[in-house]
């Protein structure tokens, strides 16, 4: 690999890093503590639902990811 295709890769890469934090940036701004919320029901991985409600008044940390197939 030849130093133009190496320091093309790291220009691409290092801006997708600075998009990818932003729009993190823009999405937590969204919010500040002490805002309130909608509820919304999830299935969990027994398919039993969830409601966010069910935790009110207690920390929660939402982690909501994907896979591919």
């Given at each position: 690999?030849?130093?133009?295709?190496?320091?093309?890769?790291?220009?691409?890469?290092?801006?997708?890093?600075?998009?990818?934090?932003?729009?993190?940036?823009?999405?937590?701004?969204?919010?500040?503590?002490?805002?309130?919320i909608t509820d919304f029901t999830l299935a969990d991985v027994n398919g039993d639902s969830i409601s966010l409600f069910?935790?009110?008044?207690?920390?929660?940390?939402?982690?909501?990811?994907?896979?591919?197939?």
């Open positions: 690999m030849n130093s133009l295709h190496l320091q093309a890769k790291i220009a691409i890469t290092t801006c997708l890093l600075i998009f990818l934090f932003i729009g993190i940036k823009l999405t937590y701004a969204q919010y500040k503590v002490g805002d309130k069910d935790y009110r008044g207690k920390v929660i940390l939402l982690n909501f990811f994907t896979s591919h197939g």
